[in-house]
Every structure is written in structure tokens, then in C-alpha cells.
């Protein structure tokens, strides 16, 4: 196990990203600055799309250091990866067009 | 032919897919779990997709979190987010207490596994701790609102400003009792206090009279709090999603919570110690940033969105 010789200071890092990345959503969600929540792009408020890859970018630490996903072969990575990462964004392609036809239609 | 089974069985095949004669270069535990991680993944990702649905499909009077989450605990005023970020934060460091448990069990070091596995089983004691608060405000319920026909819930202003039921009642919110009002006593208020009005499920801020007036026509039911049926916030689903949601979040961090304490006694017992390996640490604590990962995401889509 690389961790074995790694010692612990990788945790305290990750962790200190995870919060920073956190307070940063928060004072953003709490100030809105104008130009963020003003600006429509693909839909939705450009401070989404902001919170959407901040989480994404938290997710990939969470999985790749903490859950040690980043360490293990390339091929169990991709066989928990790919059914997620087809699937998923499928499934929020069909729900959210679908959402907003439902909503022209009323 | 059976010279060639022997060979397979004692020698490690390294090319084949690079792990050997282990593909994965996992144990049989280990891959269930991360598979059993990817049924959940879909499941979670099926519920907030369809919170999304309903978010697109009703996008003018869908509620705002930050008018709904607005409260901490034993503070007065709004402070809209700082509790949820500070139910991520204790998450986030249950998180780091079970990978430096997991990190103790690779080096056989059983007390260090005791003590953050034991901090670990704090963490997630508050989270749900928290969670609990957090389900009861949003019962007991906040500002109140007042239903109409087409199910687009309203809320008294004053001004500009979002004001509450309670207030323009002359009525204390949290002072433990049962309160219940008709539309025609708030129309009555509204009439008797001009300074209030409403504002309408799309955001738009009427008049005094025009309050009145809209009230009169489409008011159904004065709400106070939520249920699965209503809530004071706005559309009826905003609520079942989060009762939903957060429920199944915590259906799943109160079942990881049941899982470090069944590892804890099995660590104090020595268990893992006999058997050679801390492995059941790790598949446990799989589990437990896969809750975390999930509160990642419902706080972004619930919370922050």
C-alpha cells in the first residue's frame, strides 16, 4: 500500500481543500455577486454552473484520494467509472429537457 | 492440459489485464462494495435529476432555499446556508477521521483504529443530531403561507420585504403552542394593517389592495409549516423531495453510524487483529465517503443551486 509509507499529511491536505473549496461556495451563495447571478448560460444562472464544478471538482477528491479510487488498476477504476459517468449524465439530460417541455406546455 | 491449470493456479499470470491472476487487484469484499457504491450512485442520481424535473418544469414559483433555510440554531435573524456548511464541514471531517482510521488499520496500530473510529461515530452522532434540527424547523415551519387554488403558495410581505404570517397576526411563532388562522382573519389584518401585502409565488410584491383582492379570489388555506401534503414554502413537491432526499441521506449516514459501531466493538474485541488484516475498516469506510460524496452533491443541488 503506497499509504503505508505516505504517512498521514495527504488526509490534511484533501481535507483542507474540501473546506476551502466549501467556504468558498458558501460566501459565494451568500454575496451572489451580480454578474454570476445575472448571467443565463445553457439554462440556468452562471453561479450554478460555478457550484456544479466546484462539486465536481470536491467529488473527484473524495473518490480518488479518500475512497483511493486514484490507486487502484486502471481497470476496476473504469468499471466503477464508466456506468456512472454514461448513465448519469443520460439521465439528467432526459429529466431536465423533459422538465422545461412539460413547462412550455402548461 | 493440467500442466498448464498448475502453472495458472501457482504462478502469477502478471500481464493478464496487469492485476494477474486478480484482474482487479481487489478482494471479493472490496469489489462489492464499490459495486453495491454504483446502484446506490444511480439511485441518488434518479432522485436529484427528478428534483430537477420539477425545479425546470416550475421555475417561476419554485421556492428559493435561502428563504427556507434560514435559521440556526439558538441564533435569532437569518443566516441562510451557515448551518447546512456547517453540517457539510462535520461530514467532511467524519470523512477525514475515517480515512486516518483506515490509514492506522493498513499499519495494525489498533488504538489509533479505536480512537478515530470512535470520532468518526461522533461525527456522523451530530450530523444526524443536526439533520434532526434542521427537519424539525422545517415541520414546525418559519414565515407561513397562505395556499391558493393552483397551489402557488404566497407569502406576506411588508414592502419589499418578506414578513410572516405570525407577524402580521400579532402572533409568536415559537412560543410552543398550536397556532391555527382562516384566510378571512388574515384578510381582515391585512385590511386593518395597510403597511403589509403579499408577495406572490413568482417573486412579484403586490399592493395592500391588490393583496386583498388576489387573496379574496384564489386563497384556500392559511399554511403554517410542512407536510407531505403542503408546505408554508411553495409548491407541495419542494417539500417531498426534501423529506426524500435528505431522509434517504440520512437513512444512510443512521446505517453507517450502525456499521462503525458494529467494527468498533469487533476492532476493541481484537477480530480484525486474528484475522491478519484491518480490510472491514476500509469496505466500511468505502461506505462512509460514499455518504459523504452524496451530501456533496445534495447540498449543491438542495442547498446552494
Known sequence: ?106 | MDEVLDEALVKDHKPAWKGGDQPYEASYGKLMMWFFLITDTLTFSAFLASYGFSRFKYPDIWPNPEDVFSHFPFLHGEHPLLFVALMTFILIMSSVTMVLAVNYGHKMQKKKVILWLSLTIVGGAIFLGSQAWEWGHFIHGDKGGINTQTEHVVHIAEGEKLSSVYELMGADGHDGTHHHFTVDQVITSLEANPQYNIRKANRMYLTNEDAIAYLRENASEVLLGANLKNNEYGHPLFADYFFFITGFHGFHVFSGVILLIIILINVVKGTYERRGHYEMVEKVGLYWHFVDLVWVFVFTFFYLV
Open chain 1, 1 to 106: 500500500m503506497a499509504s503505508e509509507t505516505k504517512g498521514n499529511w495527504w488526509i490534511w491536505k484533501v481535507f483542507w481543500i474540501l473546506l476551502f473549496i466549501t467556504a468558498f461556495e458558501v460566501a459565494l451563495g451568500i454575496i451572489k455577486p451580480s454578474f454570476l447571478v445575472d448571467t443565463i448560460f445553457l439554462g440556468t444562472k452562471l453561479i450554478n454552473h460555478v457550484f456544479i464544478i466546484l462539486t465536481i471538482i470536491k467529488a473527484a477528491y473524495i473518490i480518488n484520494q479518500f475512497m483511493h479510487l486514484g490507486h487502484e488498476k486502471v481497470t476496476l477504476k473504469w468499471t466503477i467509472l464508466l456506468p456512472a459517468l454514461i448513465l448519469v449524465p443520460y439521465l439528467l439530460f432526459i429529466l431536465l429537457n423533459e422538465g422545461f417541455y412539460t413547462y412550455l406546455k402548461i
